[in-house]
């Protein structure tokens, strides 16, 4: 399921309820705002069920902050297993294992605890909201590795196919729910 194709009537409701904003965060981006899915209740469930299908065999599903919490925790929910928030750097009690990587601007921290969860052997799959460049994805892989996991898909809501994030988490299994 390694594929960039849209999930049926989960694609089709992405694509009318996202709000387009142009020139945000900074001139010429046309930011793609997926808040008014998220507050539809048929949006949010065909999100939840189409997010939920890819992370069928997980015993564990990991949210990067701070869309993808909403995601992980409906999913889980939706398949009867436990969620984890993959927090930026400084938001977790020590002790933490972190995660830098670059940004166009810079760098960032990603973060999870280190006492507390149990990952080594856990079935993982990792969701979020959007996939751009894929910096942010393949931290979290990696981090998720580091801690003994086996993550065994990643799924996104909205793919923004020009910006090559697929290829920064290949080979993993990747799904994305709307492609533009």
Same mark, same amino acid.
């Given at each position: 399921?390694?594929? +960039?194709?849209?999930?049926? &009537? ?13 020139d ?6 046309? $930011?793609? &705002?997926?808040?008014p899915v $998220? ?13 939920? +299908?890819?992370a069928? *065999?997980a015993?564990l ?6 869309r *993808? $919490?909403?995601?992980a ?18 938001k ?15 760098? /960032? ?7 507390g969860?149990?990952? #080594? ?10 996939? +751009? ?10 981090l998720l590795?580091r801690a003994? /996991?086996?993550?065994i #898909? ?9 910006? *090559? ?16």
């Amino acid at each position: 399921m390694n594929r +960039a194709e849209p999930a049926g &009537d989960a694609a089709e409701i992405i694509a009318s309820l996202t709000r387009e904003v142009a020139d945000f965060p900074v001139p010429g981006i046309a $930011f793609k &705002d997926l808040t008014p899915v $998220f507050a539809d209740a048929a949006g949010l469930a065909a999100v939840t069920d189409a997010l939920a +299908a890819v992370a069928d *065999g997980a015993d564990l599903v990991a949210g990067i902050d701070a869309r *993808g $919490f909403l995601l992980a925790g409906a999913v889980a929910d939706r398949l009867g297993v436990g969620a984890l928030a993959v927090r930026k750097g400084g938001k977790l009690p020590p002790p933490v294992l972190t995660e830098t990587y670059q940004l166009e601007y810079g760098h /960032a921290v990603l973060e999870i605890p280190a006492d507390g969860i149990e990952l #080594a052997g856990r079935r993982v799959v990792i969701v979020d909201d959007v996939l +751009a460049t894929g910096g942010t994805l393949a931290a979290t892989l990696r981090l998720l590795r580091r801690a003994g /996991a086996e993550v065994i #898909a990643a799924a996104v809501v909205l793919e923004l196919a020009g910006l *090559g994030g697929r290829a920064a988490v290949a080979p993993l299994q990747l799904r994305s729910l709307r492609v533009v």
